[in-house]
C-alpha cells in the first residue's frame, strides 16, 4: 500500500508585531507532495528558504483575511515567482478585496507575470 503523506509546517506564528524567533503568520500544508500555503505574513520567503522549500512548489495559497500579519509578504512571494521563472500556473484563495491589491500592486510595478494567476474569491 503506497503511504499517504499530510504535513504541517509552522513558518510563523507571531501576531502582528514579530517578536525574536517568532515570524508573522504563515503555514506551509504537504497533502501528498503539492504544497498549500497558508497565509503569507512578512518574511515567509526566508522561512521558505530557511526550510529548503522549492517556491515553484506552491500551488495554492490561501489567505485568511486581510490583517497584515496574513498577507503583506503576498507580494514578494509572488515577486520573487515571477523573477525565478515560475511557468506554472498559482491558485490564490482569500477575500476579494486582496484581488484588488494584487492587480493594483501588479499594475503599479509595471509587472506583468511569467506565470498563469487564478484568484478564489473565499467568503466568511
Same mark, same amino acid.
Given at each position: 500500500?503506497?503511504?499517504?503523506?499530510?504535513?504541517?509546517?509552522?513558518?510563523?506564528?507571531?501576531?502582528?508585531?514579530?517578536?525574536?524567533?517568532?515570524?508573522?503568520?504563515?503555514?506551509?500544508?504537504?497533502?501528498?507532495?503539492? *504544497?498549500?500555503?497558508?497565509?503569507?505574513?512578512?518574511?515567509?520567503?526566508?522561512?521558505?528558504?530557511?526550510?529548503?522549500?522549492?517556491?515553484?512548489?506552491?500551488?495554492?495559497?490561501?489567505?485568511?483575511?486581510?490583517?497584515?500579519?496574513?498577507?503583506?509578504?503576498?507580494?514578494?512571494?509572488?515577486?520573487?515567482?515571477? *523573477?525565478?521563472?515560475?511557468?506554472?500556473?498559482?491558485?490564490?484563495?482569500?477575500?476579494?478585496?486582496?484581488?484588488?491589491?494584487?492587480?493594483?500592486?501588479?499594475?503599479?510595478?509595471?509587472?506583468? *507575470?511569467?506565470?498563469?494567476?487564478?484568484?478564489?474569491?473565499?467568503?466568511?
Amino acid at each position: 500500500m503506497a503511504q499517504r503523506r499530510f504535513e504541517v509546517m509552522t513558518l510563523g506564528t507571531g501576531a502582528a508585531l514579530p517578536a525574536r524567533g517568532r515570524f508573522p503568520t504563515a503555514q506551509l500544508v504537504n497533502v501528498h507532495d503539492a *504544497l498549500y500555503l497558508i497565509d503569507c505574513g512578512e518574511g515567509t520567503q526566508e522561512r521558505l528558504r530557511a526550510a529548503g522549500v522549492n517556491f515553484a512548489r506552491i500551488g495554492h495559497i490561501f489567505i485568511s483575511h486581510l490583517h497584515g500579519d496574513h498577507y503583506l509578504g503576498l507580494m514578494g512571494l509572488i515577486s520573487s515567482m515571477h *523573477l525565478m521563472g515560475r511557468q506554472a500556473e498559482l491558485h490564490v484563495h482569500g477575500p476579494g478585496l486582496l484581488k484588488e491589491i494584487i492587480d493594483l500592486q501588479l499594475r503599479a510595478s509595471g509587472t506583468y *507575470l511569467r506565470y498563469p494567476w487564478h484568484f478564489h474569491v473565499v467568503e466568511d
